[in-house]
Structures are given as C-alpha cells and as structure tokens.
C-alpha cells in the first residue's frame, strides 16, 4: 500500500440538491423530552426522524451537564416513581454500573418529614445510553441541523427544512414535535407564543476534580451557601445559593452556583458562553479561597454549554397554571404526573422556591401541550403552555420525559387526522404507568 489516494474536482452547484425524506413523525430537539419521544414513537412502530442543532444527542442533559435528574419521584414519607417509560430503562440499566447514583434528600416542610428522590448521573454514560438505544431504535438522526423554514398550511405542518453543511434536508411527516426547548418550531410556523417579560436566569454548569474526595465528605452545604452571600460579590459571584455533588468513585464534583443571563439573540450567544466559562472560573476561585482544605489543589475538568431554563414556548389549547398545580385535580386530558415544587430563576442573586406539602402529587393536561390553532403538532419539555410559575416546575427531566412520551403516543393515535380529536381513554391506556402507578 502506497499511502495515495484519487481525487476528483468537484463544484457546489449554483442550487445544492435537497434531500426528501417521510417518515410519521418528525421529532424537532434531542434532549430528554425529544429523546422519550422519538423513542416512544419508534417503539409503537412509527417511523421517526430526530433532529438537532447540536454535534450530538442528549440536549442539555448531556452538553450541558446538568447532573441531576429530578422530578422522577413523588415528594412523601415514603416517595414513588411517577414517570416510567425510558426512565425506568435508564435506572436499570445505568444504576448496576455506578453511572447513575440515587441519592434520598430529606427536609422538613410545613412540620412534616419530606422525601424525593433525585440521581445524579455520568454525563458521559448517560450520552451514550442515550445514543445506543436510538441506533437500536433504527430512528433517522440529523445533527448538525439548523432548521431554516417551516411550511405551515391548513393548520398542519407540512415540512421542515433544515440545512447542514453537506446539504439541505427536507422533512416531510404525518406529525411533529416541538422538542427545541425554545419553541422554535412553532414560532417558525407562525404561531403565536409566549416569552417571559423578566430575565429568566441560566447556569453554566461545570465539573471539578484534584480536590481533597475525604474532605468533600465533611462540607457543609448550608456554610457554602452562607459564604456565598457573604463573600461571593468579592469573586464577582452574584448567586449567593447553590449545590456542589461529590459522585462517588467518579471523583469529581458537579458545581451548579452561578447565574446567568439568556437572552434570546443571535448576536449574543458566543458573548453568553464567554460570560459564563468566566462565571465558572470565578466559582472555582471562590472555592479555592474560600475552602482551601478543600479545594486548594482543584482545576476545571469540564465547562458545559449554557443551561437554559425558560426561553420561549407556545400558546396552547390551554394553559397550566400554578392553580392547577397547586390544585392537584386530575383534569380529564391527563397525560402525566409530576410533584416538583416552583423553582424559579428570576434573581441574579437567588431562586424562588415554593414548597408545596407532602404527598402532593398534580397532573400534566395534554392540552398545554398542542398549539390551538394546529393538527398534527405537539410541544413537549420546557416550551409547553404554562405560567411562569407552574413552568419552572415542570421543565424539571421526569415531566420532560412524560411529555415525550405522551407528545408521541397522542400523534401516533393521530395519524393523519387531528391530534385535538384523540380517543383520551386510548391514549391513557399506553399511559397508565404514569398516570397511577405507585410502586
């Protein structure tokens, strides 16, 4: 073998071919709740089509490390899974390899004992769990892909297309799915939706190692938290709460104590990821000089992408708000569980917390999930219809992951007709486990 190779000259032509594809449903972000869906819906038997603007699968869960998943248990004496589905796959797979550790976090609320469950996770693992069960799933995957156009008639999505840098790509589908987080299919068909009148804060998450693993034992979260407000500002450290997780044999820390802006410009989103790497750096300074038993001889393993937590989302058939939530009533479109409190992001300085009393368990309606005014599209994940309030509850990963459940089921009953008009009683067939289960 002599090492060359034939070449041939090649020109773009003056309109680059686009590539069709159909499949039955479309799925529009690949983060957790794009990714229940689309294998959700590969599972029922659709053909799907995955789509992302990001070099991989997995969202923020993966590029952004956000390191815990929540919102998978009920909050009691003794809390329960709500929300199975790819969950229940992950937990027993991930949890037997040390990749997914479950912690108990217990408080006192209103006089009462207060449990849940949370799991910390590899972001590495969970990655690739992710990108196997999709292969195996036999789902087209496109990343790299920026939507550019929806073609939007009749009250139906007709196709999306999305351009990489070795072509453009046309998706033609029964159904749709707005996964993107940021609503971004809907507001490219021309729907009307909603975005927050106050600054909704971020997170640049980021990872630590080279710290003292015996000394991470002994720290004290609420002496943290008290440091912070004390001295945070001399670090230019504006959040004066948040959490650092030791993941056992893994020796590294997950450091969520940081605050930033996420504003919805094009222009400055190379800016947002600049100040946030330098909101971690400073982070990491405050540990270091703050707890140097600690953290004296710690360095940066791992910057994330930026966490987003509330962008844009869609105006649906109706609105969750935090009435329902509070509430707790089934409504008669339920679709899904969840028990997360209010966690909302709209201080530099701090997060509204609303605790809400044990064993309160409320219900995800399916009508904030599709826009009014379409047939064949459906929200799932964090640019659902809810107030701001309810919404910072249910972006959380376990009703991110019963949405995408429930976002395909309902398209695939669908079909080519309207998804407003799907038998309820059908639909909540496929989803009982997350509707009454209570092991």
Not at 45 to 71: F, H, K, N, P
Not at 219 to 228: F, H, T, V
Not at 272 to 297: C, I, M, S, T, Y
Request: charged share 25%; net charge negative.
């Amino acid at each position: 073998m002599t090492g060359d190779l034939d070449t041939e000259t090649v020109r773009r032509a003056s309109r680059p071919e686009r590539q069709t594809i159909d499949v039955d449903i479309c799925v529009l972000g690949a983060g957790i709740s794009g990714l229940s869906a689309a294998l959700e819906a590969a599972e029922a038997g659709a053909e799907v089509a995955l789509v992302d603007a990001g070099s991989s699968i997995g969202g923020q869960a993966v590029s952004s490390i956000i390191g815990t998943i929540i919102g998978l248990y009920s909050h009691g004496r003794d809390p329960y899974q709500l929300t199975y589905g790819i969950a229940e796959d992950l937990i027993n797979e991930l949890e037997p390899t040390g990749d997914l550790k479950r912690m108990l976090s217990s408080k006192e609320v209103f006089g009462q004992e207060k449990s849940t469950v949370l799991f910390q996770y590899d972001q590495v693992a969970l990655g690739r769990w992710f990108e196997r069960r999709v292969d195996k799933a036999d789902i087209t995957v496109i990343v790299n892909g920026l939507m550019t156009d929806v073609e939007f008639e009749n009250r139906r999505v007709q196709h999306i297309d999305v351009e990489h840098r070795f072509g453009p790509v046309r998706i033609q589908a029964d159904g749709f799915i707005d996964a993107s987080g940021d609503a971004n299919l809907a507001w490219e068909a021309g729907l009307e939706c909603r975005e927050p009148t106050e600054e909704i804060y971020g997170t640049m998450h980021f990872l630590i190692e080279g710290y003292d693993t015996e000394a991470m034992a002994n720290l004290d979260m609420s002496e943290l938290n008290a440091r912070l407000e004390a001295a945070g500002s001399q670090y230019d450290l504006d959040r004066q709460s948040g959490h650092l997780k030791h993941f056992p044999k893994k020796d590294f820390v997950h450091a969520n104590i940081n605050h930033i802006e996420t504003p919805l410009d094009p222009l400055e989103s190379g800016q947002l990821v600049f100040d946030g790497r330098a909101k971690a750096d400073a982070a990491l300074a405050f540990l270091q000089g703050e707890f140097p038993d600690v953290f004296e001889g710690a360095s940066m393993r791992t910057y994330a992408d930026p966490g987003l937590r509330m962008t844009r989302w869609i105006v649906g058939r109706r609105q969750f708000t935090i009435d329902d939530l509070e509430g707790g009533d089934r409504p008669e479109d339920a679709i899904g569980r969840a028990a997360w409190w209010v966690e909302l992001h709209d201080s530099p300085t701090g997060t509204h917390w609303e605790e809400l009393p044990r064993d309160l368990v409320y219900f995800l309606p399916l009508s904030c999930m599709i826009p009014d005014g379409a047939d064949n599209l459906v929200a799932a994940g964090r640019c659902v219809d809810a107030d701001t309030r309810a919404l910072s509850a249910i972006r959380v990963m376990g009703p991110c992951i019963a949405m995408g459940t429930a976002a395909a089921h309902a398209l695939d009953l669908a079909g080519t007709g309207s998804v407003h008009e799907v038998d309820m009683k059908t639909l909540q067939g496929r989803l009982e486990d997350n509707l009454t289960r209570t092991e």
